[in-house]
């Protein structure tokens, strides 16, 4: 991309030209780049209007005062292959790709000046969107077998494995309650898969979309809040001490910014630069666990409370990730 800004100190509109050069003949053949060939975007002070472009020489209409326009080539333009021309009291800053190059009016009349700096055409972000290739959601259910809620959801004795057979699926979930056998504990983490080995280019952004439900049996849940944690890159297979394991053994490291979550509502968790620099090696296996407040604060939920929320597992594709890369 290049960045053209302007200072006009005449009294007037001047003009601006980009002008490809032309062959020994004076006129553009085969062999010709189509230099102005392009895109235009980011203009201030400067009308669309006032544009004129073909393949080979675009100019445009720079009003009095500062001024600025993007410029996205669709080549590679060499230093040397494109004069820059101007009328009037005008300079122009180029913010080329690899460095700035600055001209005076005197440089833009007559012939002009050829650039001295390349320009790489800018890539436009790819949108690819990831479904999952596996899912796991790991539990404890540990009936008066700890002293407390920590040691519980480290070591609880009763942990269970569910590998997606649920109508909903259960986000995440807490809960501590006192009956007739004693204290109960009941915590979940819930693991997804995503191959990102096919994902083009370099991972610029990554978005977690889902939609929470009404669970399918009980009350609705009170307010509490999840975050997105690292889950490694290895294959999470139906192993249940190594399921519920996966979110301390990988050092709890934060994918996101938690965020309160309830029933029935539309989310949107933005991953952070840890989860890119993870992503950007392209696993086959990027494994994220989503943990609820009370999982990674290690604090207990109140006696007697339940807090639950879930996902529709149908139709697919749920819990995708939006990948941006360029």
Known sequence: MATFTFNNTSSGSVCFTYETVRNSNGVYDSASPKAALGSFSSLTGINEDHIVQSDYIW??????????????????????????RGTGKSTVTMTLTDGTQTLSPSELHGQGTLNS??????????????????????????????????????????????????????????????GPEGETYINYRV??????????????????????????RGSASPEFSVNIFSAGTASIAPSVGTQYALYKNEGSTALSSPQAVTSSVSYNFSLNAAALTIANTKPANFVIAVINEFDYTATAPADGSTYFTAINTEPEPHFPLVITSV
């Not at 990554?206 to 009404?214: D, K, Q, S, W």
């Open 59 to 84: 100019s445009a209409v720079i009003p009095e005062g500062e001024s600025s326009l993007g410029f996205f080539p669709e080549t590679i333009i060499l230093p040397g292959e494109v004069y820059f």
């Open 117 to 178: 700096i390349k320009v790489i055409p800018a890539v436009p972000p790819t949108t690819t969107t990831v479904t999952r290739t596996s899912l796991t959601i790991a539990g404890i259910g540990v009936f008066n077998t700890e002293t407390n809620w920590n040691t519980a959801i480290t070591t609880g004795s009763a942990p269970f494995v569910n590998n997606g057979g649920f109508g909903t699926l259960p986000l995440s979930g807490a809960g501590q309650s006192l």
């Open 191 to 216: 693991m997804f898969n995503f191959n990102l080995s096919e994902v083009p280019g370099t991972i610029t952004a990554i978005n977690l979309p889902f939609a929470t439900v009404a669970p399918e």
